[in-house]
């Protein structure tokens, strides 16, 4: 009930998370879930996103996709401040699974435990994977 | 004979099949997610690095590039272009790609 | 897709009239579309344009209106990076017309 009258007197702000679990370029998520954060930014939630498993292989530097033929999205990671999304959670295990490190990222990223990771997906009051 | 494996060792297990069952002396070419099996520091590096005792490795160029992994291939992989890629199959009898 | 021709050259645009291939845009392109657009183009348009094609050669999107008025703002300072200034530019939203107009695709976020 409270939740309705808070719409209406300007909107409920809850917590997003989006969960990113796929490799650039290999398949068409890592670039729609991007899409899809960018566009969600525009409602004014508490967005966030997080990126587990082979979803750390979204943020790698250096990525250039020149040969390949499609676009180099990776930039795109970069302009999420300027649309005020600035939690971007990296699950430590997965990062040092996969022999990267923090400065092999090319965003700020805060980097979390397998058990604080946990914590904060449990905290979200959505969870959009990709 | 040669294989091609495109999914990444680290989300599904085309990698770890495929080098359960290539014999001695076949080839394995790494593409688009795959190539991350050809990278340094992983904990997919070890089986990789055992299995070249028997098979020859190659992951192709502009995947790797795409991916900020060009710098970063174990030693001993074979990094080729779409022109090798073309001569791998040529080169070869029969090919299993491992989807 | 449509095709139009300006200035001696065919270029490619979708059915909104955004240009399909960034690499198309030249000057003469951007005067055409302003045309289209009904907008006259002043140093103060050019800002704008020149400002978007900058971000997207940056990170590779079209800023939502909000992003880009922020970095307008950060860039040229508040006289230039509020609504009502984009807005008295480009009448029709500043985000969709002036993104048309540099050439670039729909911004992403747009609604």
């Given at each position: 009930?409270s939740?309705?009258?808070?719409?209406?007197?300007g909107?409920?702000i809850?917590?997003f998370?989006?969960?990113?679990?796929?490799?650039?370029?290999?398949?068409?998520?890592?670039?729609?879930?991007?899409?899809?954060?960018?566009?969600?930014?525009?409602?004014?939630?508490d967005v966030?996103?997080?990126?587990?498993?082979?979803?750390?292989?979204?943020?790698?530097?250096?990525?250039?996709?020149?040969?390949?033929?499609?676009?180099?999205?990776?930039?795109?990671?970069?302009?999420?401040?300027?649309y005020?999304?600035?939690?971007?959670?990296?699950?430590?295990?997965?990062?040092?699974a996969?022999?990267?490190?923090e400065?092999d990222?090319?965003?700020?990223?805060?980097?979390?435990?397998r058990?604080?990771?946990?914590?904060?997906?449990?905290?979200?009051?959505?969870?959009?994977s990709? | 004979?040669?294989h091609?494996?495109?999914?990444?060792?680290y989300?599904?297990?085309?990698l770890?099949?495929?080098?359960?069952?290539?014999?001695?002396g076949?080839?394995?070419?790494?593409?688009?997610?795959?190539?991350y099996?050809?990278?340094?520091g992983?904990?997919?590096?070890?089986?990789?690095?055992?299995?070249?005792?028997d098979?020859?490795?190659?992951?192709?160029?502009?995947?790797?590039?795409?991916?900020?992994m060009?710098?970063?291939?174990?030693?001993?992989?074979?990094?080729?272009?779409?022109?090798?890629?073309?001569?791998?199959?040529?080169?070869?009898?029969?090919?299993?790609?491992?989807? | 897709?449509?095709?139009?021709?300006?200035?001696?050259?065919t270029v490619?645009?979708?059915?909104?009239?955004?240009?399909?291939?960034l690499?198309?845009?030249?000057?003469d392109?951007?005067?055409y579309?302003?045309?289209?657009?009904?907008?006259?183009?002043?140093e103060?348009?050019?800002?704008?344009?020149?400002?978007?094609?900058?971000?997207?050669?940056?990170?590779?999107?079209?800023?939502?209106?909000?992003?880009?008025?922020k970095?307008?703002?950060?860039?040229?300072g508040?006289?230039?990076?509020?609504?009502?200034?984009?807005?008295?530019?480009?009448?029709?939203?500043?985000?969709?017309?002036?993104?048309?107009?540099?050439?670039?695709?729909?911004?992403?976020?747009?609604?």
């Amino acid at each position: 009930m409270s939740d309705e009258m808070d719409m209406e007197e300007g909107g409920v702000i809850k917590k997003f998370m989006f969960v990113n679990r796929k490799a650039p370029y290999g398949t068409i998520y890592a670039l729609e879930g991007l899409e899809v954060v960018l566009i969600s930014a525009a409602f004014e939630q508490d967005v966030s996103m997080a990126f587990i498993d082979d979803g750390v292989y979204e943020l790698k530097k250096g990525q250039d996709t020149k040969e390949l033929g499609q676009k180099n999205f990776s930039p795109t990671y970069r302009a999420l401040e300027g649309y005020d999304i600035e939690k971007l959670y990296v699950e430590r295990e997965s990062m040092e699974a996969r022999g990267l490190t923090e400065d092999d990222l090319l965003v700020d990223v805060i980097v979390m435990d397998r058990a604080e990771l946990a914590a904060k997906l449990d905290e979200q009051d959505v969870l959009i994977s990709f | 004979m040669l294989h091609i494996v495109n999914k990444s060792p680290y989300e599904r297990n085309s990698l770890e099949s495929c080098l359960r069952l290539a014999s001695k002396g076949s080839a394995v070419l790494l593409i688009e997610d795959g190539v991350y099996g050809a990278t340094k520091g992983g904990s997919f590096e070890g089986k990789v690095l055992a299995a070249m005792a028997d098979v020859k490795v190659y992951a192709l160029a502009p995947d790797l590039s795409a991916r900020g992994m060009a710098d970063r291939v174990l030693d001993g992989v074979s990094v080729v272009d779409y022109g090798g890629f073309v001569d791998l199959v040529a080169e070869h009898t029969n090919c299993q790609s491992w989807l | 897709m449509p095709m139009v021709d300006i200035a001696g050259k065919t270029v490619e645009v979708d059915e909104e009239g955004y240009l399909v291939n960034l690499a198309d845009w030249n000057k003469d392109v951007a005067d055409y579309l302003a045309k289209e657009e009904k907008v006259d183009m002043s140093e103060n348009h050019w800002e704008v344009v020149n400002f978007l094609r900058e971000y997207y050669d940056e990170y590779q999107i079209a800023p939502a209106i909000r992003v880009l008025t922020k970095a307008i703002a950060k860039k040229l300072g508040p006289d230039k990076g509020n609504n009502k200034y984009l807005y008295e530019l480009f009448p029709y939203g500043p985000a969709k017309q002036a993104c048309k107009i540099a050439g670039l695709p729909k911004p992403t976020g747009c609604i």
